[in-house]
């Protein structure tokens, strides 16, 4: 069993920067990949972000932030982050961090085994 909680979420301006953390318990952090997704008011989860599993070799975005966001993890404090530049209004939602018994990066809701209560993103134009 994963548990996981997100915090770093507030209100931003556009152009500005956030950063968002995820701390997990459970024996075996380091061998589940990990992601981000977002959910607007009215509209579907989407992917933001992953990460592989163990050293965290292999990331992947979504085209929306590709080279603004950036996912990482650190094993030994089993927390996985998301460091926000350059924020649009557009990125507003909440963001929850999710857990996959797997060792490779997925895009899919469906693809993730535990999830967070999530974290509120607000960036004013």
């Known amino acids: 069993q994963v548990q996981l909680v997100e915090s770093g979420g507030g209100l931003v301006q556009a152009g500005g920067s956030l950063r968002l953390s995820c701390a997990a318990s459970g024996r075996i952090f380091s061998g589940y990949a990990m992601g981000w997704f977002r959910q607007a008011p009215g509209k579907e989860r989407e992917f933001v972000a992953a990460i592989n599993n163990w050293s965290g070799g292999r990331t992947n975005y979504a085209d929306s932030v590709q080279g603004r966001f950036t996912i990482s993890r650190d094993n030994a404090k089993k927390m996985v982050a998301l460091q926000m530049n350059s924020l649009k209004p557009a990125d507003t939602a909440v963001y929850y961090c999710?857990?996959?018994?797997?060792?490779?990066?997925?895009?899919?809701?469906?693809?993730?085994?535990?999830w967070g209560q999530g974290t509120q993103v607000t960036v004013s134009s």
């Open positions: 999710a857990a996959r018994r797997d060792y490779d990066v997925g895009s899919r809701p469906l693809d993730y085994d535990y």
